[in-house]
């Protein structure tokens, strides 16, 4: 089992609908979660921390978290052409190492 | 505020031999991390250093070592490159003493392929 698990995708949403993003993770002492953005050749982007159980907003973004269920997700409601790109579920296990998952690739459909 | 910046954009090399990658982190981030990732791949940590120290080690091969050096910036030396190093690297800093602990951003990258 990965550490961090993330459906690879592609997620195929029409413009101005809701992408809805899932990622699971096997530590159980995780504290921190992170949503980064990555488009294809460039560097992830972080979008959205999260570190409490619970939702947290950012513009379009939504970050929830249930620890509990070992479970994190990401909403991008209003999701633009823009928005098409490879988002990678990110999990501090601890000290300074932070585990990726694969990353779900999203494609939203002009 | 400048982001993260890494040096060289774009390397190439022969097998067996060595490479040199550089980073710079943002202003008044004390930790420093770096990452590996193949074509379709996630990033795989390899190794991260907080306060010019090692600070956790991932999946970096032997043949790899990396310092942080007094003004903050770190390097990655490879050596004895091998076909599969071929790679984009990145360099990731954050500021681990406040609360966004952890919280990394990710300079450009460099490109490695390795023929």
């Known amino acids: 089992q990965k550490e961090v698990e993330q459906n690879s995708g592609p997620l195929s949403v029409p413009e101005g609908a809701i992408a809805s993003l899932n990622c699971t993770y096997s530590?159980?002492?995780?504290?921190?979660f992170f949503w980064y953005r990555q488009y294809s050749g460039k560097s992830p982007e972080l979008i959205m921390s999260?570190?409490?159980?619970g939702d947290k907003e950012d513009g379009r973004f939504t970050a929830q978290l249930n620890k509990a269920s070992q479970y994190v997700s990401l909403l991008i409601r209003d999701s633009q052409p823009s928005d098409s790109a490879t988002y990678l579920c990110?999990?501090?296990?601890?000290?300074?190492?932070?585990?990726f998952g694969a990353g779900t690739r999203l494609f939203v459909k002009a | 505020a400048a982001g993260v910046i890494q040096s060289p954009r774009h390397l190439i090399k022969e097998k067996r031999e060595t490479a040199t990658l550089k980073c710079y982190p943002i202003?008044?981030?004390?930790?420093v991390y770096w990452y590996q990732q193949g074509p379709g791949q996630d990033p795989q940590f390899l190794i991260s250093?907080?306060?010019?120290?090692?600070?956790d080690k991932g999946s970096i091969p032997d043949r790899f070592s990396a310092q942080q050096f007094s003004d903050y910036h770190s390097e990655l030396n490879m050596s004895s490159l091998e076909l599969g190093d071929s790679a984009l690297y990145f360099c990731?800093?954050?500021?681990?003493?406040?609360?966004?602990?952890?919280?990394?951003?990710f300079g450009p990258g460099t490109r490695l392929t390795v023929t």
């Open positions: 990731a800093s954050s500021l681990t003493r406040d609360r966004g602990a952890y919280e990394q951003y």
């Open positions: 530590d159980r002492g995780s504290q921190s």
């Open positions: 999260i570190y409490s159980n």
């Open positions: 990110a999990v501090n296990t601890g000290g300074f190492k932070t585990i």
């Open positions: 202003s008044r981030h004390d930790t």
């Open positions: 250093f907080y306060e010019k120290m090692q600070s």
